[in-house]
């Protein structure tokens, strides 16, 4: 079993890796209230915390002194926490990244002459692994459609790309129901702008041709009613509303994902 973390495998790193206890479930924060003269606590449900990856790795033997105390250098280098959560990819879990980070610092314990055992500890703050090659699904025009995501067990937060032309004044906006929930867009858009809508971050942004951030799109939303899509088939109904009103594309990034 290897990974790889920032771009670099742990074969490459020449590191011998196991994972011994895999926590497919993440831990649980349980939300409850208690109340003086009352038995038990009001349970409010639960929220998943942050997930924990531990991996065993193992410097096999062959080295120089030299050679030993550089492979650790480069190890060290290589897994530096200054340089924030980077994607971890783990092989038994393919086509799944994670946005991680060590959580602690590691020793390095002898085992034979210039070899070598450590334990990792990555801290993923995102308990949830996503696809590599995520879903997409384009609309070119208005009615209602079907986006089916294959990928993942649980709801995701996807990001909407919409390009448009909606005129000012409430008359005139774009319409777009995910699952029987609605997101009208209303506000000026203009031929060559994006507007660019992401669930998981829960911002909107307003975009050129080049990808440069022209203004905050959120005052283009008749409210924060963010899209969420299901796993399996999910229901997208488009329509543009006002005589002026044009749409263009809709095109959906799924950031499908797993527990």
Sequence with gaps: MGFSFNGTTSQSM???????????MPDLRN??????????????????????????????????DEQFLSKKDDIIEWLNPDNGLCQLILDKEPGRVYEARLTSGFSFDRAVRNSCTFDLEFFCPDPYGYAISDETFDFAETGTFTASRALGNIESYPVYSLTGVIPSGTDSYISITTNGSEL????????????????????????DSNGETLRNGLPLLSELNFPVLNTGDNTIVIAAVGTSTTFTELNIQARSRWR
């Design 31 to 64: 939300n409850t209230i208690t109340m003086p003269g009352r038995h038990g606590v009001f349970d409010f449900g639960e929220t998943v915390s942050e997930r924990k990856i531990l991996i065993s790795c193992f410097i096999p033997p062959g080295k120089t």
């Design 14 to 24: 020449g590191l011998a890796t196991r994972i011994t206890n895999e926590y497919r």
């Design 184 to 207: 009208q867009i209303i506000g000026r858009l203009a031929a060559g702008e994006t507007l660019i809508i992401d669930s998981d971050l829960m911002t909107a942004k307003v975009v």
